[in-house]
Structures are given as structure tokens and as C-alpha cells.
């Protein structure tokens, strides 16, 4: 199987700030990565799909990037909202897996 | 407007069954792929199971093959799970989700049913 492997695995920033969150995969998966992201109690929402395209309804502020076995998830200008989960998942080949998780979380 | 509505989900002991349902509505349900992912208390997201537009293929997480089965029903638009062999690691939190084009990239979601499996 794959694994993927998130870090941090938590983060504290502030409205404005940039932040980016890392995913590595144990092997390569082209660029067949997607991240979500995860509010307490809600259901996971589709940001990122094959590694950089954005979801429509996502705001321009989120972006990924890479490809192989290195991708990064990008907020330009934190805003309120996007305090939550972030988890990435490859679709390379079965079973799909996710990362662990990073949790950002306000300063 | 996609819907999809988990139910089916309580407490069961160890070694029981329980029968999972997702009620889809808003889209042509018979074009996508659908499937089942978990997540246990306070932990991350696992992916359970798919199944294809007319329920021929079907891929499994190896944690739940021989326990578990997908299946759906087109005609009534519902996707299910069926868990025997329970066992305390089961308990999360179950979604149902559908798939876009590429079939393991999940865009719509339920909100979920819980599973919990204690004595």
C-alpha cells in the first residue's frame, strides 16, 4: 500500500498569513493526489484534484502543487474559514489512502 | 442539488452485523461510482469500498474484505454497506460518498451514520 505522510501534522498561523501543508507519498503517484478539507463534525470538502486543479466553488486563495512523491497544499491569505483539517489522498492505484491529517489551528 | 443520506448506523456487539444505506438524490445516480469511507473517532479518513455504475466491479480496503460488502440499487438510487463480523476497530464514523470521473476522487458526501461496535 501507500502511504501518505502529511507534515506538520499541526500548525498555528493567523488571519493573513501563508501557509503551506506537505504531503509525501511512499512511492511515486504521477500527480493523482487530492487534498480535502475538514471541519469538527462536517464531512469532508474536495479542495485540490490531480495535484494542482482547483475545485470549482474553492477560492483562488487555495492551491497545490508536485508531482511524483512531493506535493504541497497552499492558503495565500488565511481567512477565518479556513481553520480546519487538511488531509491529502493519492488515487495512484487501490487502496486509496489519505494522510494523517494537519490541523490548523489559530495563533 | 447532490444529496446523499447515510443511515443504518448504532451500536452492535462484537461479532454482529450491521446494514449500512446512503439515499442519493440530485444526480443520475447510475453514472458514477460510489463509496464508503471511515474515520474513527478523533482519527483520520480511511477508504472502505467502491463499487462501479452497474455493480460488477467492486475494490475493497484489506482490513474489511470477507466482512464487508458493497452493493446498490440503481433502480432506487441507494448505495449500501453490509458489515458482518464486526469488531471494536469498525467504530467510526461511515460516509458515503460519490465519485467524480476519475472514481476515487470523492466530491460529494454525506454527513455520515456512526457504527459503533462495543459489548
Known amino acids: 500500500d501507500i502511504q501518505m505522510t502529511q507534515s506538520p501534522s499541526s500548525l498555528s498561523a493567523s488571519v493573513g498569513d501563508r501557509v503551506t501543508i506537505t504531503c509525501r507519498a511512499s512511492q511515486s503517484i504521477s500527480n493523482y493526489l487530492n487534498w480535502y478539507q475538514q471541519k469538527p463534525g462536517k464531512a469532508p470538502k474536495l479542495l485540490i484534484y490531480?495535484?494542482?486543479s482547483l475545485q470549482s466553488g474553492v477560492p483562488s486563495r487555495f492551491s497545490g502543487s508536485g508531482s511524483g512523491t512531493d506535493f504541497t497544499l497552499t492558503i495565500s491569505s488565511l481567512l477565518p474559514e479556513d481553520f480546519a483539517t487538511y488531509y491529502c489522498q493519492h488515487r495512484h492505484s487501490y487502496p486509496v489512502t489519505f494522510g494523517q491529517g494537519t490541523r490548523l489551528e489559530t495563533k | 442539488e447532490v444529496q446523499l443520506v447515510e443511515s443504518g448506523g448504532g451500536l452492535v456487539q462484537p461479532g454482529g452485523s450491521l446494514r449500512l444505506s446512503c439515499a442519493a438524490s440530485g444526480f443520475t445516480f447510475n453514472n458514477y461510482w460510489m463509496s464508503w469511507v471511515r474515520q474513527a473517532p478523533g482519527k483520520g479518513l480511511e477508504w472502505v469500498a467502491n463499487?462501479?455504475?452497474?455493480?460488477?466491479?467492486?475494490f475493497y480496503v484489506d482490513s474489511v474484505k470477507g466482512r464487508f460488502t458493497v452493493s446498490r440499487d440503481n433502480a432506487g438510487n441507494s448505495l449500501y454497506l453490509q458489515m458482518n463480523s464486526l469488531r471494536d476497530e469498525d467504530t467510526a464514523v461511515y460516509y458515503c460518498?460519490?465519485?467524480?470521473?476519475?472514481?476515487?476522487?470523492?466530491?460529494?458526501w454525506g454527513r455520515g451514520t456512526l457504527v459503533t461496535v462495543s459489548s
Open positions: 490531480t495535484a494542482s
Open positions: 463499487i462501479n455504475q452497474d455493480g460488477s466491479d467492486k
Open positions: 460518498a460519490r465519485a467524480t470521473e476519475s472514481v476515487t476522487t470523492f466530491q460529494h
